[in-house]
């Protein structure tokens, strides 16, 4: 419509049975549209649902480990991890040490390599193995 007195624009609007709405108020002179405002913000809300349900929220699931674990748990444990991984979920392995075990963090740290090379083709290190009081852990994020 162009520049229009602010009274004849309320005026058009009201003569059409809609809204006027300011959309850019810092602009000189300020922008202003004839829109039915309700329908226009039942739009937005649409498109706002419509995109949160197409997004993937990333969880971070965790597997807590022994130093002393056997291979036969470190491959079933390896499973769990390969189907969080497969799902997009990062996967927290945690190395718990108690009591002497402490003297001896490289075993843990050893164990925690063998299970990343284990999820190697489906996962890739995100942080490495760090020790923290008595936990060691480390982050496997799912490979793009």
């Known amino acids: 419509m162009g520049i229009v007195s602010i009274e004849d624009a309320r005026a058009a609007a009201a003569e059409r049975g809609l809204d006027l709405v300011e959309v850019a108020p810092s ?4 922008v202003c549209r004839i829109m ?10 649409r498109k706002a649902r419509e995109s949160k349900k197409k997004q993937h929220q990333v969880k971070v699931k965790e597997i807590k480990l022994r130093p002393k674990i056997e291979e036969h748990d470190v491959n079933f444990k390896a499973g769990h991890a390969r189907r969080f991984l497969d799902e997009g979920n990062k996967v927290k392995l945690t190395m718990r040490f108690r ?7 490289e ?12 999820l190697a083709d489906v996962g ?20 793009r």
């Not at 039915?36 to 809300?45: H, P, S, T, V, W």
């Not at 009591?99 to 963090?105: A, D, I, P, S, V």
């Open 27 to 30: 602009a000189r002179p300020p």
């Open 36 to 45: 039915d405002y309700g329908k226009y913000k039942y739009e937005q809300a």
């Open 99 to 105: 009591g002497r075990e402490m003297t001896h963090t």
């Open 107 to 118: 075993l843990g740290a050893e164990v925690l390599e063998r299970f990343a090379g284990l």
């Open 124 to 143: 890739q290190v995100e942080e490495t193995a760090r020790l923290e009081g008595r936990n060691m852990t480390m982050v496997l994020a799912p490979r």
